[in-house]
């Protein structure tokens, strides 16, 4: 169905997400999600590639993402949890990997992967990107 075909309310809807979506800050966030290696990055490896943000607006920034269903926060089961490693992932949910398609939001995707690959990252950085992550 195109934008215009759609009725008022799905459109209201549609603006509500992409202000969302392309806000400079939560942009951001989607690209680093999408090129992470695993598309499932931990808030610490999100706060270390976004050095300009404090952590607390990183977080601020993803609850706004979860809460449009655009993210979503995954669980490392309990009985796989190990200590100092991380169990909270945040990734893109199935509607949100809908929406991001429709709106070709996602044809950078390899490019993101690549970018990422190429962050020089701390040994504790290295160590929370190869962590075990939850079957998705």
Do not use: W
């Not at 992967?113 to 190869?130: F, P, S």
């Amino acid at each position: 169905m195109s934008t215009s075909d759609r009725p008022p309310s799905d459109l209201e809807s549609v603006r509500e997400q992409l202000s969302v979506v392309t806000q400079e800050t939560r942009f951001a966030l989607i690209q680093d999600i999408l090129g992470h290696p695993s598309g499932l990055p931990t808030l610490k490896e999100l706060d270390y590639v976004n050095p300009s943000k404090s952590r607390t607006t990183i977080r601020q920034h993803l609850q706004q993402l979860v809460d449009a269903g655009i993210a979503e926060e995954v669980f490392l089961p309990e009985d796989e949890r190990r200590n100092d490693m991380p169990y909270k992932f945040y990734g893109i949910s199935d509607a949100g990997r809908e929406f991001l398609d429709d709106h070709m939001l996602l044809r950078a995707r390899e490019t993101l992967r690549e970018i990422y690959e190429r962050i020089e990252k701390t040994d504790d950085i290295k160590r929370y990107e190869t962590a075990q992550r939850p079957e998705r």
